[in-house]
């Protein structure tokens, strides 16, 4: 992405603006009683800001930060796409679980295959769980919840850097549709179901997440640079 800061006043002021918005999301995060991280306790929560923050200095240090920024997109969206396409459906409060269940690749229908499932995907969550499979279940919604508000506060910072709040939710929303595509169909694979995708389609996604990944680089090494620069700030 080109490195273009299309800002009005100086670079702090606009940091400070972005954290504000930062600010009122997860505030809205932990107030809300229906998931999305509002029954942890406050160390935790505060954690899960610390790192927000400090993403949102690193992307500003960047040499090209609205490439930075895309980059924690792509790998918050993916992490958030391996669980949430389990909680997909038409019915659900969140807007973007509720469109996803209309998308071509995404049944919302895969949280009725879980007990088929959830013995290969989750299989040690399985193993310690009672006959509901509660414990898988409080783990796909742990994962798909922080990952979909760190993905929402990269969200909040592209629009910024970009100065346009619309291209920003189109870029994720369009991503979110072949992220959680790519990932139903490796489920079904795996676990031997019926595909939602032909061969053709589904090697034309995997290719362009594969595409999307190499071009994001190491979750795991960016997560930890983000929480040492946390630690340390």
Known sequence: MKNVFPWKGSRFTKAAAIQQQISAHLYDAYASDSGLLGDLDRWTQRRITDENMAKLALVLEADDPAE????????????????????????????????????????????????????????????????????????????????????KVSEIILGELLDDVEQAADMADAMRALMYAHHEDVIRRRCELPGMLDDGESRMISIMTTELARRSGSYRTRTEHIREYAEAR
Do not use: Q
Request: net charge negative.
């Open 68 to 151: 930075a920024c895309y980059r924690d997109l792509i790998r918050e969206i993916d992490s958030e796409a391996e669980t949430g396409v389990f909680l997909v459906d038409r019915a659900s409060h969140l807007d973007h679980l509720h469109a996803l269940a209309d998308n071509s690749g995404v049944s919302g229908k895969l949280r009725n295959e879980m007990h088929i499932v959830a013995p290969v995907i989750f299989p040690d969550e399985t193993r310690r769980s009672r006959n509901n499979l509660d414990l898988v279940w409080v783990t796909i919604r742990a994962y798909h919840d922080r990952a979909y508000v760190d993905a």
